[in-house]
């Protein structure tokens, strides 16, 4: 099975600190995919990396086997890319059906909307009302109220639903249960998992280890800017993940070159 997408050789330096250091990456399809490492691994330079925040200074990106240069965050979404940023990247004061389309507003059919340029904004709300029932987040009653008035976990369903509605081809999410208590981490691995049956494949970025080994189906280590090791949570403790991101602990050589 080819990775649909894959890093290669990845270097992003930043003066004389090296962030990605000859970094190799895959995603097969369907998975969920958890990224771990610790503070100043450079996960965060990976990521952006593969959503076109950041452009490598050397190595390639392969999205379905072919190479891709992005250049910005608005070229990988295009390519079918979407990140959830750990701060939501949502605008508080408008309302839910606006952060859903924000960037990529629908306008009226006809010379409406190519000349007067007005939105469609009761189409807006019906699929952003769609999009919130497919993935169960119906519990918000009204589609148009602000975001600013919705429960952490509420927010961070909604940019989930947003990456689900426009992520045709890979979703990353960077700690989506930072931040968020018990009953609201539970429900947005919830809506993890409901993604993943749909067939798109994530990359989660997460410190949780029992979040990671509850919902990952493999674990990128990384460690000072490349990639350590890949593990099966099946085979092993979170212990031993910790020791491998940590530097605690050796992983054995056919980990190393997985």
């Known amino acids: ?29 369907g998975e969920i995919l958890a990224v771990i490492g610790d503070n100043g691994a450079g996960k965060s330079t ?23 240069n992005f250049h910005s965050p608005i070229d990988a979404r295009e390519a079918g890319i979407e990140t959830v940023y750990q701060t939501l990247a949502m605008s508080p004061a408008l309302s839910i059906a606006d952060n859903m389309f924000m960037g990529r507003e629908l306008r009226k059919p006809g010379w409406r ?6 939105l469609d904004r009761s189409r807006m709300e019906e699929v952003a009302r769609e999009k919130l029932n497919e ?16 429960s952490g976990g509420q927010r961070q369903g909604v940019a989930v639903a947003r990456a689900a ?29 409901d993604v993943r049956s749909r067939g798109i494949p994530i990359i989660l970025i997460s ?6 080994f509850e919902v990952a189906d493999r674990i990128h280590v990384h460690r000072l800017g490349k990639r350590l090791c890949v593990i099966d949570p099946k085979q092993h403790e979170m212990s031993d993940a910790v020791a491998y991101m940590t530097g605690a602990k050796e992983p054995d050589p056919e980990l190393s070159a997985a």
């Open 135 to 150: 993935l169960g987040l119906m519990t918000i009653q009204n589609i148009n109220q602000a975001v600013e008035t919705l």
């Open 165 to 193: 509605a426009f992520g045709s081809k890979v979703i990353i999410l960077d700690e989506p249960t930072a931040a968020l208590g018990v009953k609201e981490s539970r429900r947005v691995l919830e809506l993890i998992q």
């Open 1 to 29: 099975m080819e990775p649909i997408l894959r890093g290669r050789n990845l270097v992003k330096r930043y003066g004389k600190v090296t962030a990605l250091d000859h970094c190799d990456f895959e995603l097969m399809p």
């Open 207 to 212: 410190h949780n280890m029992p979040h990671v």
């Open 46 to 68: 990976l990521i952006k990396a593969l959503s076109g925040a950041v452009i490598p200074d050397e190595g390639t990106v392969e999205l379905d086997g072919k190479p891709v």
């Open 113 to 118: 909307g190519q000349f007067l340029r007005q």
